[in-house]
């Protein structure tokens, strides 16, 4: 059988994909580390083990370090999405019903990946997900690092302790988006490579 | 020791007077180091160069505050009813180890960029004329509360006590051996007070009495209590827990 090489990921995409990988890894560890310092929920505390910054303020300085690499990339990332019509072709149209049935056959291992040029619906509702959680994230933070600077919009979104309560929510959705993120990739590996090269092979 | 070494790149900066102030808050400070150095147990943070960035990072995120800071958005107030009871207790030490100041012997002092440095007496700064807030205190650690707190405007009393208000910081040597240091902008916020009472009642020791300097538009642990001495400044004078690496600015 004829293999052909299809692009799937411009370079734009792949260098966005692996600076956010790096910048959400250590906004989420070091978050966890602020979240420590004053638990949203009594008894629910994250491992010293899987945090970053050492103590509070390592934590602090961490998170406020990297949020400008998570932003300026996360900006790239979208305006490219956006203006070349890459979120358009790939990400779009998501429907329910769709999202649905591959989302179950997913759970019966019997999603196929013949062509990874072309997101499946499950992928495409939580690639898209996972865009607006991260835009959640930054819009939230924003809120409880300057509270007073942007209680313009903070106050529609409950204020502080509200953007407290949706950027926890926003980062448990991003974590649990990550892990069947990670856990696909581990089950069709050929996809790992094409997020370095950009390249698949398909037979045609 | 990683605490040491995070106030090293501030020591630069610090003034003699501030260097004279710390070397009295030594001893209560080398005890939280002590402590501090077993709770920190990421090496990735402890590397110097890491540090090094980390701590550039935190003076580029001052500037940024600093130009997004405006003097005319003000914090949002609540009616009484949203008020936090009890409002938490908050400090480097614990609740137990309050200061008892006595409040007939008490002078408040001032230095620096000041032309009238004569040390106030209670009974004169009662006299000045007060105002009220009720604002949201908000913690580095992440929980607020909300709170009442009455007293002069600050930039009511630098005016008064003809500070130079072009200088950079204001500072802060508290009598519990806290310090802290503001911006001039944050200073002259017209929400920013040199209060003397909470919930209407002259303020109690846990709360800072005689007076804390209350601004709503910085986190809690930039709201000095117990305040011994005010100066104003240009040379940067860090902070109890500005030189331990918690951000300076660290507004709202």
Redesign the interface.
Known sequence: MAQEVVKVHPLVVRIAHWLNVLAVLIMITSGWR??D??P?FESFYIP??I????????A???H??AM?LFVLNGVVYVTYGLLSGHFRRKLLPIRPGAVLRDVLAAFRGKLAHDDLSVYNAAQRAAYLALVLLLIVLVLTGLVLW????F?WYG?FIG???GA?LLHFFAMAGVALIVVVHVAMVILVPRTFPSMITGRVRRAS | M?IRRMGESFLAHRSRQVVNLERRAFLGKSLSVGA?AL????E???DESVQK???R??GW?DDV?HW???SS????EFPESRITRPFPFNAYYAEEEVIDVDGGQYKLELGGMIKERKPWTLPELYALPQVSQVT?H???????AIGKWSGVRFSDFLQRIGADTTAKYVGFQCLDDYSTSIDMATALHPQTLLAFKYADQILPPKYGFPMKLRI??KLGFKNPKHIGTIFVSNNYPGGY?ED????WFS??
């Open positions: 602020i979240y310092a004053s949203l010293d083990s945090t970053l910054g050492g103590w509070l303020a390592g602090l300085q961490w406020f370090a400008w300057k509270p007073v600077q209680y106050r204020d502080y302790e407290r | 990683k501090l709770l920190s147990g990421c990735l943070t402890d960035l980390l701590m990072m935190s995120n505050q997004l800071f405006s958005r003000l914090a949002p949201r908000i913690c580095v650690e992440g929980w607020s709503p538009t827990w331990k690496g918690y951000n507004g709202s």
